[in-house]
Nanobody, 126 residues
Framework: QLHLAESGGGLVQAGDPLRLSCTSA????????MGWFRQAPGKEREFVAG????????DYAEVMKGRCTISRDNDQNTVYLGIDSLKPEDTGVYYC????WGRGKVVVNQEEYDHWGQGTQVTVSS
């Protein structure tokens, strides 16, 4: 079992940047592809960004391309999500997830992920 813990959420102003972190205590963290998802109020959870186990492949949801960066530090067992110029529609609960079997690629489909964090709330005020 891979335990994941997100941090970095909170109340932020529109236009401000934000960086979320997702950390695991398990050394096997580096063997997993990682993804960030979010769920806005009243909506289904959606893919935001993903990264493979080595960190040399990334992908983003179309609505996030150009203002979002996913990265990882396997020595620190941490994956990051940076968002520039936040918008009110970025409000939601942000989750990180880990997928072992798809670790060589970016995994977009949330059903393929094996482990999930509890989520961190991000609220963007206008």
């Amino acid at each position: 079992q891979l335990h994941l813990a997100e941090s970095g959420g909170g109340l932020v102003q529109a236009g401000d940047p934000l960086r979320l972190s997702c950390t695991s205590a398990e050394r096997t963290f580096s063997s997993y592809a990682m993804g960030w998802f979010r769920q806005a109020p009243g909506k289904e959870r959606e893919f935001v960004a993903g990264i493979n186990w080595r960190g040399d492949m990334t992908d983003y949801a179309e609505v996030m391309k150009g203002r979002c960066t996913i990265s990882r530090d396997n020595d620190q067992n941490t994956v990051y999500l940076g968002i520039d110029s936040l918008k009110p529609e970025d409000t939601g609960v942000y989750y990180c997830a880990a997928d072992y079997w798809g670790r060589g690629k970016v995994v977009v489909n949330q059903e393929e992920y094996d482990h999930w964090g509890q989520g961190t709330q991000v609220t963007v005020s206008s």
